[in-house]
C-alpha cells in the first residue's frame, strides 16, 4: 500500500442520506395512499395506517436531523474517531467502505469496544480533506 498522508475529516448530516430518507418516505406514502385506495375498510384502519406511517417518519427524520457529527481520522497508523462528547476511540480494522460515490461516502466503523456504527462523509463538508479522505480510506482495501 502506498502511504496515505495523515488526515482528519469532520463528518455531519449527509446530504445523500436526507435525500434517500426523504424518497423513500414519499414511496411509502405513495404505496399508503394506494393501499387506502384499493383496500375497502373502515376509516379507522386507514387513519391508523396513516398515523403509523406519520410516526415512523417523523423519528427517521428527527434520527437524521440530530445526526452527530464526528471526527474521523488517520495517522498513518490507525483510524481513530471522536464524536462530539470529545471520547476519541480506535476503529478496529480501519473503515469498511459500504458506498463509494464521487461526492460521498458511506463507512462502517467497529470501535475496539465492539460498537458498529454508519458514518456518511460528504465532499461538502470539508472539500480541502476530501481527496487525502478518500485516498486513506481506499488505500487500505485489499486488491
Known amino acids: ?5 495523515a488526515v ?3 463528518t455531519g448530516r449527509s446530504r445523500l442520506a436526507g435525500l434517500l430518507l426523504g424518497m423513500v418516505l414519499f ?5 399508503l395512499l394506494a ?5 375497502q375498510t373502515t376509516g379507522l ?18 434520527h437524521w436531523a440530530q445526526s452527530p457529527a464526528v471526527c474521523l481520522a488517520w495517522d498513518n497508523s ?3 474517531w471522536c464524536a462530539a462528547e470529545g471520547q476519541a476511540s480506535v476503529v478496529q480494522g480501519g473503515p469498511q467502505l459500504v458506498l463509494d460515490l464521487p461526492d460521498t461516502l458511506l463507512m ?10 454508519y458514518v456518511w462523509a460528504d465532499r461538502h463538508t470539508s472539500p480541502a480533506h476530501w481527496l ?8 487500505q482495501r485489499k486488491p
Do not use: D, K, N
Open 8 to 10: 482528519s475529516f469532520s
Open 35 to 39: 393501499w387506502c385506495y384499493c383496500v
Open 1 to 5: 500500500m502506498h502511504h496515505a498522508p
Open 78 to 80: 490507525e483510524w481513530t
Open 108 to 117: 462502517r466503523l467497529c470501535s475496539t469496544q465492539g460498537r458498529v456504527f
Open 45 to 62: 384502519v386507514h387513519l391508523s395506517a396513516w398515523l403509523v406511517w406519520l410516526l415512523t417518519s417523523a423519528l427517521s427524520v428527527q
Open 27 to 31: 414511496a411509502g406514502a405513495l404505496a
Open 132 to 139: 487525502p479522505l478518500r485516498r486513506a480510506v481506499l488505500g
